[in-house]
C-alpha cells in the first residue's frame, strides 16, 4: 500500500520534472546558438533566482500573481472547465480594486484593504461567471467565450484607465491608491509584499473547498463525469457557474496582487500575459494546489534569474518565455513524456 | 449627420477596411481548414506573428519581399505541424498546445529579434511588396477606388477565399475534410486517413496564417515589432465563428472587422473611443454563439484527439 501510494507521488512529479528538464535542454540549444555557454547562463539564472534572500524574495514577488492565476485554471479545470480567460478576469479584478483604493479615502486600513480586495474578487468572480452562465444555460464552450471576454476586459479598462478614471498624467493609468489600501512590503527594496500570504491561503481554500466540502465533492464530480454527475442529482448547470465564478475570483485576485502590492495603481495593459501564464503553472502543478504553488515559484525564478541572466550575457531574456512554453507543450504531451520514460499508462 | 453617412460611405475608408481585412481573411481562412477537421487552432496570433517575422527576416536578409512571402509560409506550415504532431500523435489538449505556440512565438521572435538587431523592439526597415493598379477596373467610379489600387497579397486574399470555398464544397478532398471533422470514426471506416487529413489541414492553417503575418510586416508597414499581430488571430478566429465556419462567411465577418478598424480612428474625431470599436469584433462573436444572431454551431468533432481503435 504504501509502495503504491510512493509510486503514484513518483508518477506525479515525474513528468512535470521530465517537461522541465527536457525544456531547459532544448533551451540550452537557443543559448548555443547565440553563442554563450549554457552552464553558465544556467547558472547566472539560478543564483540570481534563488542564490540570496534578496533574490528570493524576488523569486517569490513574481510567483505571487502567478499562484492565482494558476490556482483559478487549476480549480476550474478540477470542475471540466477550461478558463482560458483569466487574463480577463485579472484585469476587471485589478481595475475594481484599484477603484475602491484610490476612491475612498480617510478609511481606517482595516476595512479599506479588505473592501478592495473583497472588490478585486468581486470584479473577477462576475468575469469568469459571464462564461460559465453561458455554458450553463446555453451550451457553448467556455473557451471561445473567455477568449473573447479577455479581449473585452482588457479594452474595457483601457478606455477606464484612460477615460473617466484617468490619473491625469500623460500616462495610460489611473491615479494612485490611498495607502490605506496597499498591501504591506514584507522585504523591502524588494516588492514582495502580503499578497504571498494571500495567495497561500487561496491556495489552501482551494484545496479545502476542492477535497473538503460537498461543494467540491460536486464540481470534482461534475469535472469528472458531467452525465453522471447529473444522474447522480448534482445540478451540473449550478456547479458549472460557481466554478467559474470562483475560478474568475482567483484570477481577479492576482490582478488586485498587482495593483495593492506591486503597481498602487490600475495601468493599462500591465499584465503581461499573467492570465496565460496560469494555464502552465496549473498543467505543471497537475491542477493541484500544492502542485501550483512549487510551478508558480519555478516560473518566478525563472523570470527574476532572466533578467540578470539579460544583462551579464548576450542571452535575451525572452529565452525564458521560450522555456515556459516548451514546458507546457512537454506536460501537455504528456503521453509522449509517460513512453519516454516507459511508464504504463493508467487504465 | 450628413458628415457622418458620407464618412461611412468614404471609399478611403472602404479602402482601409479592404487592407486592416487582409491579414485577417489569411489566418481565418486558416483557422477554417484547422477547425473543419477537427482541430481546434487558438494558436493562428502566434503563426501569424511567426509569419510576420520570418517575412521581416527574409526580406531583409534577401532584399526580395517575395522570397519573404514563402518563408513566412514555410514557417507557418512547420508551426501548425508543431500544433499537429501535439495535438494529433500526442493527443494532447489542444487549447493548451495553442497557448503554448502563442507564448512560444511572443517569445521566439523577440528572441531573435533582439539577437539579430539588438534592444530596440522593432526591426530596421525592409523592402516591401508595393501596391499595384488594375487596369480596367481602377477606372470604374466608386468601386475603382476602392479595390482598383492595392497590395497584391490584398487581392491574393480574395482570390484565396474562393479557392478555399471550391476545395472545401467541390473537392473530394473538402469532403473528406468535413467528415473528418465531423465524424472522424465513419470517416476512419470508408477508408479516409483521420490523422492524414489532419496533419495536412492543420499545416495549411499554419501557412495561411503566416501569410497573414507577412501583410503585415512586409505590405502593411515595413518592419517587424514586438507582438505586432496585437489580437488579429483572435479576431480571426472569431470571424472563423462569426462567419460559421465558412469561407464567404469568414470573408464577410473580416471585411466588417476590417471597416470597424479603419473607422475607428475617424470616429475617435466624433468622440467614439477606439477602445468601443476595437471591443465590437469579439463583443459581436459572443452575441453570435450565443444565437442571437442566427446559430454559430461547429464541427462537431472539432476540439477531440482521434483515436484509432
Not at chain 2, 21 to 45: C, D, W, Y
Amino acid at each position: 500500500m504504501l509502495s503504491k501510494i510512493k509510486q503514484l507521488r513518483w508518477q506525479e512529479i515525474a513528468t512535470p520534472l521530465a517537461a522541465v528538464i527536457l525544456a531547459l535542454i532544448i533551451g540550452a540549444g537557443f543559448i548555443l546558438y547565440v553563442g554563450e555557454n549554457p552552464l553558465a547562463a544556467y547558472r547566472i539564472l539560478f543564483m540570481e533566482s534563488l542564490g540570496s534572500i534578496r533574490n528570493l524574495a524576488t523569486t517569490l514577488q513574481r510567483a505571487t500573481p502567478l499562484m492565482f492565476t494558476g490556482l483559478a485554471v487549476a480549480f476550474s479545470y478540477r470542475a471540466g472547465l477550461f478558463n482560458i480567460g483569466a487574463e480577463g478576469q485579472l484585469y476587471i479584478g485589478a481595475f475594481a480594486a484599484a477603484w475602491v483604493g484610490f476612491t475612498f479615502t480617510g478609511l481606517p486600513r482595516l476595512v479599506h484593504l479588505p473592501l478592495a480586495i473583497i472588490a478585486g474578487m468581486i470584479g473577477g468572480g462576475l468575469w469568469g461567471a459571464i462564461p460559465g452562465f453561458l455554458k450553463a444555460k446555453l451550451g457553448i464552450h467556455e473557451v471561445i467565450n473567455t477568449i473573447m471576454l479577455n479581449f473585452i476586459a482588457l479594452y474595457l479598462t483601457d478606455w477606464l484607465a484612460t477615460g473617466p478614471f484617468h490619473g491625469g498624467s500623460w500616462v495610460p493609468e489611473t491615479a494612485r491608491i490611498s495607502p490605506t489600501a496597499a498591501l504591506t512590503r514584507l522585504y523591502p527594496p524588494t516588492r514582495l509584499s502580503t499578497g504571498l500570504y494571500l495567495a497561500l491561503a487561496a491556495a489552501f481554500f482551494a484545496y479545502l473547498v476542492l477535497w473538503k466540502t460537498k461543494q467540491g465533492y460536486e464540481l470534482r464530480a461534475v469535472g469528472l463525469n458531467p452525465q453522471a454527475a447529473e444522474y447522480g442529482g448534482i445540478n451540473v448547470a449550478r456547479n458549472t457557474v460557481i466554478a467559474m465564478a470562483i475560478s474568475g475570483a482567483l484570477a481577479g485576485l492576482a490582478g488586485t496582487e498587482q495593483i495593492l502590492g506591486l503597481h498602487q495603481k490600475f495601468i493599462v495593459r500591465f499584465s503581461a500575459d499573467l492570465g496565460f501564464m496560469g494555464v502552465a503553472v496549473a498543467l505543471l502543478g497537475k491542477n493541484h494546489p500544492v502542485g501550483v504553488i512549487f510551478a508558480a515559484i519555478l516560473f518566478g525564478a525563472l523570470q527574476t534569474g532572466s533578467a540578470a541572466m539579460d544583462r551579464l550575457t548576450s542571452v535575451p531574456r525572452e529565452l525564458i518565455t521560450i522555456i515556459q512554453a516548451l514546458i507546457i507543450f512537454f506536460v501537455a504531451a504528456e503521453y509522449l513524456i509517460r513512453r519516454m520514460l516507459r511508464m504504463k499508462e493508467e487504465a | 449627420m450628413g458628415e457622418f453617412l458620407a464618412l461611412l460611405f468614404n471609399t478611403a475608408v472602404f479602402a482601409a477596411a479592404l487592407r486592416m481585412a487582409t491579414p485577417l481573411i489569411f489566418a481565418a481562412l486558416g483557422g477554417i481548414f484547422s477547425e473543419r477537421s477537427g482541430v481546434v487552432n487558438i494558436a493562428l496570433e502566434g503563426m501569424m506573428l511567426i509569419g510576420a517575422f520570418t517575412a521581416m527576416f527574409v526580406s531583409h536578409q534577401t532584399g526580395i519581399p517575395w522570397l519573404g512571402v514563402l518563408g513566412a509560409m514555410l514557417a507557418g506550415l512547420l508551426i501548425g505541424l508543431l500544433h499537429a504532431v501535439f495535438c494529433i500523435h500526442y493527443r494532447a489538449n489542444q487549447v493548451v498546445v495553442g497557448t503554448a505556440i502563442n507564448i512560444f512565438a511572443g517569445g521566439l521572435t523577440v528572441f531573435l529579434l533582439r539577437h539579430y538587431f539588438g534592444a530596440a523592439g522593432t526591426s530596421p526597415s525592409v523592402a516591401t511588396i508595393s501596391d499595384i493598379t488594375l487596369p480596367i477596373i481602377s477606372q470604374i467610379p466608386w468601386i475603382g477606388r476602392v479595390i482598383g489600387r492595392q497590395n497584391p497579397l490584398v487581392y491574393l486574399a480574395l482570390v484565396a477565399v474562393v479557392i478555399a470555398n471550391v476545395v472545401i464544397y467541390k473537392t473530394s478532398w473538402g469532403l473528406r475534410l468535413r467528415a473528418v471533422g465531423e465524424h472522424p470514426r465513419a470517416a476512419d471506416t470508408v477508408g479516409v486517413n483521420v490523422f492524414r487529413m489532419r496533419y495536412v489541414a492543420v499545416a495549411l492553417s499554419g501557412a495561411l496564417a503566416g501569410l497573414g503575418g507577412t501583410y503585415l510586416s512586409i505590405a502593411h508597414l515595413s518592419r517587424f515589432s514586438e507582438g505586432m499581430t496585437a489580437g488579429r488571430g483572435f479576431i480571426a478566429l472569431a470571424a472563423v465563428i462569426f462567419g460559421k465556419w465558412t469561407p464567404y462567411g469568414a470573408l464577410g465577418a473580416c471585411l466588417f472587422f476590417g471597416y470597424v478598424d479603419a473607422l475607428q480612428m475617424r470616429l475617435q474625431a466624433v468622440g467614439v473611443p477606439t477602445q468601443f470599436m476595437n471591443m465590437l469584433p469579439y463583443v459581436l462573436t459572443m452575441v453570435a454563439l450565443a444565437g442571437f444572431i442566427g446559430k454559430s454551431v461547429g464541427p462537431k468533432a472539432s476540439g477531440e484527439p482521434y483515436i484509432k481503435g
